[in-house]
C-alpha cells in the first residue's frame, strides 16, 4: 500500500464502498464522501459503468483521493480495473493468482477472508490488508480472538458495520472499516442527499479518529 493510502487509512479508517450507484451520482457522491473526510472510495465492479466511474473519479481527484475497485472476481477484471486507473483492488474472496497479480503490478490488494486459514493465505500471497466479511455475523469478538495467531496482520471490519458498532471494531483490533450501505445509503441516493450522506461520513471519521 502506498503512504498516501496507509495515512489514509490511519487518519480516516474509512473505506467506502460505492455498489449500484448510478453514474450521474457518482460525482456528488465522492464530494460528498471528500467533504465529510473519507479519502479512500471502491467502486464495485458489478456496479453498472464501474470502470467509467473509477476513470471519471481519476481523472477529477487525482492523487486527492485513492479510489479503487471492489468486487474484483479475476486478473481479468484486475486487468480493467487497473487501465481504468484504480489505485487499489479488493476481492470479496481469497484468489491467489489474483493477488500475486496486484503485487506484480504494484497494486495493493484487499483480500476478502474469514476463516484463520483464508487470512493466512491471502497474507502469505502478498495481500496488503484483510477484509474480514462479514464482520457483524461473526461479531467484534471474533477480531479479538484472530489478534492472537495473527498480531501482524491489519484486518478491516466489512459487513454490517454502523454507528452503533463501530467502535467495537476497533477496540477488538480492526485497523478500520468498509462500509456500504451504512453509509452510502440506497435511499438517500434516491432522494439526492448528499448532504446527509456528508454528515454519515464525518460521524465515522469521528469515531474513529476518536478511537485512535
Known amino acids: 500500500m502506498d503512504a498516501h493510502m496507509q ?15 448510478a453514474e450521474g451520482d457518482i460525482l456528488p457522491l465522492a464530494d460528498a464522501l471528500y467533504q465529510g473526510g473519507v479519502r479512500l472510495m471502491e467502486v464495485t465492479l458489478n456496479t453498472p459503468g464501474a470502470l467509467e466511474m473509477i476513470r471519471t473519479l481519476k481523472g477529477v481527484y487525482g492523487e ?29 474472496h481469497v484468489d491467489v493468482d489474483l493477488i500475486r497479480y496486484g503485487v506484480d503490478q504494484g497494486l495493493p490488494v484487499f483480500a476478502g477472508a474469514l476463516t484463520p486459514t483464508e487470512i493466512a493465505t491471502a497474507h502469505q500471497a502478498g495481500a496488503s490488508l484483510i477484509k474480514v466479511f462479514p464482520s457483524a455475523s461473526v461479531g467484534s469478538g471474533y477480531f479479538r ?49 448528499f448532504a446527509a450522506i456528508q454528515a454519515i461520513a464525518r460521524r465515522f471519521v469521528e469515531v474513529y479518529q476518536a478511537y485512535a
Do not use: C, H
Not at 164 to 180: P, R, T
Open 7 to 21: 495515512d489514509w487509512l490511519q487518519e480516516t479508517g474509512v473505506i467506502a464502498i460505492a455498489r449500484g450507484v
Open 64 to 92: 486527492e483521493m485513492g479510489i479503487g475497485a471492489g468486487t474484483v472476481m479475476s486478473v481479468e477484471e484486475a486487468r480493467a480495473a487497473k487501465l481504468a486507473g484504480a489505485r487499489y483492488l479488493v476481492t470479496p
Open 145 to 193: 480472538d484472530l489478534r492472537g495467531p495473527f498480531p501482524d496482520i491489519p484486518l478491516l471490519a466489512v459487513g454490517g458495520v454502523n454507528l452503533d458498532n463501530a467502535a467495537e471494531f476497533l477496540a477488538a483490533g480492526a485497523v478500520g472499516w468498509g462500509l456500504g450501505s451504512s453509509l452510502v445509503d440506497k435511499r438517500r441516493l434516491a432522494t439526492r442527499d
